[in-house]
């Protein structure tokens, strides 16, 4: 389920498109978006039943050896979640620049902007250590 999980990313892309119609349309954006994503996690599912069997671990990289080939598999996934937490992102970090916008004089408004940025980055990797 996770994989569809994407929702605050889902309401920003469909209020930037030029024809939001086509977003959620039968043959639109989203539709076309979640059966690939639901295609490709079906694939790496079967397969990699097919491939491990009854061993298979709950996550992927765990299923992978330590071979210098899937070491650099594993590190593509780091660079993937960086990559995306960004992007997940997107809407708390919009509410908090127009929150600031309003509250903070215009000459502190970029640093308080990154300040809080970093704070919330810093906040959401503490909570996986509480």
Known sequence: MFAFEGIAVVLPIENQMDVPQHFISSNGVLNTACLLVLAVYSAMGFYG?????????DTVTLNL????????????????????YPLQFYVPIER???????KISEDRQNFM???LRYLMVIFTCMKKYC
């Open 113 to 115: 902007v990154y300040f």
């Open 65 to 84: 050896p330590n071979e210098g080939f899937y070491q650099a598999i594993k590190i593509m996934f780091v660079g993937c979640i960086l990559v995306s």
């Open 96 to 102: 908090v620049e127009k929150w600031i916008s309003r």
């Open 49 to 57: 039943y097919l491939a491990f069997g009854d061993t298979v671990m």
